[in-house]
């Protein structure tokens, strides 16, 4: 069974930092892709960066470029995002997602392109 778990998520005054955590168990085989999606209070989810495992090419969203860094730890089968300088638009539920075929190779900045989901961590970043 897959499981992801996410954390690290709190509260937080506006141009601080966050550091979230993903950590992967359950399964074996190859990740293709691991991402960041993010949820805001009346939103719909929205994609906040991606890392490719095998070459660890990373993308990220306008919004958040800049501020946002992905990163893994394969050893630890941890996803990290460190979000720093961040506003009050960046308040949301975050959720780290899995890719385990070479379809989120196109579609990663898409929830389709994603085969497992964590159930999230709140970030709050008040003004």
């Known amino acids: 069974q897959v499981q992801l778990v996410e954390s690290g998520g709190g509260s937080v005054q506006t141009g601080g930092s966050l550091r979230l955590s993903c950590t992967a168990s359950?399964?074996?085989?190859?990740?293709?892709?691991m991402g960041w999606f993010r949820q805001g209070p009346g939103k719909e989810r929205e994609w906040v960066a991606t890392i490719l495992t095998g070459g660890g090419s990373t993308y990220y969203a306008d919004s958040v470029k800049g501020r946002f860094t992905i990163s893994q730890d394969n050893a630890k089968n941890t996803l990290y995002l460190q979000m720093n300088s961040l506003k009050p638009e960046d308040t949301a539920m975050y959720y780290c997602?899995?890719?385990?075929?070479?379809?989120?190779?196109?579609?990663?900045?898409?929830?389709?392109?994603?085969?497992?989901w964590g159930h999230g961590t709140q970030v709050t970043v008040s003004s």
């Open positions: 359950g399964y074996t085989y190859s990740r293709y892709c």
């Open positions: 997602a899995a890719g385990v075929t070479g379809a989120c190779y196109s579609r990663h900045r898409d929830e389709i392109g994603y085969n497992y």
